[in-house]
């Protein structure tokens, strides 16, 4: 998992897949003929923002889903990007969705910067209304304020060889992963909105009862909460921010690099200190690959192995998923139900 299934106990947050946070990316937009001319007409460049949720994929023994593939009626799914390096966000793409009937669902989105970006609820500019939720694979893009975005089950681009990491990580070659889907929104914001140097992570959280949110899941880096944080602390993790993360995290994390991967104290400090705090940084005058943002070919699930055991643990071998598409939305089409 990448971060799937995060909250204690391999369970998902609230006890419901749709608010399961599994994947954050960030990478340039490809700029394609009609779209590059859009590009030089109204800004330089392109940055795609991508958050997954709702996997269709679980951990024995969850047993199979009894939610449908829609968004969590009125939770707030959120993209927060830092621009000035505070581990604050600046920047703020908040999603509430309708309820989910006949086969339908729509969203809106909102557009906040400065203090406003901050808040919990959804806050700043409403940038778009009915935004069409796509549960068959077409692709219905929204445009506002130079944005392109996307809301829909498509196919989940996380690749892993679980049962080889469970085994003592004797890869099987097998991809546990492949043939699920996910909740995929999809941004594409022109970089002068964000800036050249960003931080970015995803949050999604859920009205209680008395009307106040409750941040349920969140994640930047990939495979992290799931893997390096003990039942009891999962949930925990999920409801703080990360620019609390250093003063929570620092210390036991070094401490279980050093016990997992024979790191020294100092080394140990070191590697916590490249997932911490849990933002996934991205300088796009560099390569977009992981830790520089993060692309949907990115072995994570190795990457995550090898930081953990020092670099015992060699990669699994397993290639990406052969659906990816190189124009927006990036996600393949949704694979076909089981049910």
């Keep these: 998992m990448s971060n ?39 800004h330089p460049g392109t940055t795609v923002l991508v958050m997954d949720s709702n996997p269709t994929s679980s951990p024995p023994p969850i047993p199979a889903p009894v939610t449908g593939p829609e968004f969590y009626p009125g939770a707030v799914y959120r993209i927060n990007v830092d621009t000035d390096g505070d581990n604050q966000a600046d920047v703020a793409f908040t ?19 400065g203090a406003q970006a901050r808040q919990a609820g959804p806050a700043g500019e409403v940038l778009a209304e009915g935004i069409p939720v796509s549960f068959d694979g077409t692709v219905q893009p929204v445009h506002a304020r130079g944005i392109r975005l996307a809301a829909g089950l498509r196919s989940d681009p996380f690749f892993a060889d679980v049962e080889g990491a469970l085994h003592g990580f004797a890869w099987t070659g097998h991809d546990d992963f492949a043939g699920n889907n996910v909740d995929s929104i999809t941004l594409e914001v022109p970089d002068d909105m964000l800036g050249p140097v960003i931080g970015v992570w995803a949050s999604i959280s859920r009205y209680r009862d008395d009307g106040t949110l409750e941040q349920l899941d969140r994640g930047g880096n990939p495979t992290i909460n799931p893997f390096i944080n003990p039942d009891g602390e999962k949930n925990l993790f999920n409801s703080r921010q990360p620019a609390d993360d250093v003063a929570n995290y620092l210390g036991p994390w070094s401490v279980i690099l050093q016990n997992a991967g024979g790191y020294t104290p100092g080394q140990a400090k070191a590697a916590a200190l490249q997932v911490l705090p849990d933002i996934l940084h991205y300088d796009r005058a560099q390569p977009a690959t992981y830790p520089n943002g993060r692309v949907m070919t990115d072995d994570v699930y190795s990457l995550r192995f090898a930081w953990l055991t020092n670099g015992k643990v060699p990669p699994s071998g397993l290639k990406p998923h052969d659906d990816l598409l190189k124009e927006f939305p990036y996600t393949g089409p949704p694979n076909p139900s089981d049910s």
């Design 4 to 42: 799937h299934f995060s909250a204690d106990k391999l369970k998902f947050p609230g006890d419901d897949r749709r608010l399961d946070l599994t994947d954050v990316f960030v990478f340039p937009a490809t700029a394609g003929p009609e779209h590059h001319t859009l590009l030089h007409r109204h």
């Design 95 to 113: 999603f509430v969705f309708s309820g989910y009937q006949d086969g339908r669902q729509t969203g809106t989105a909102w557009y906040a910067t």
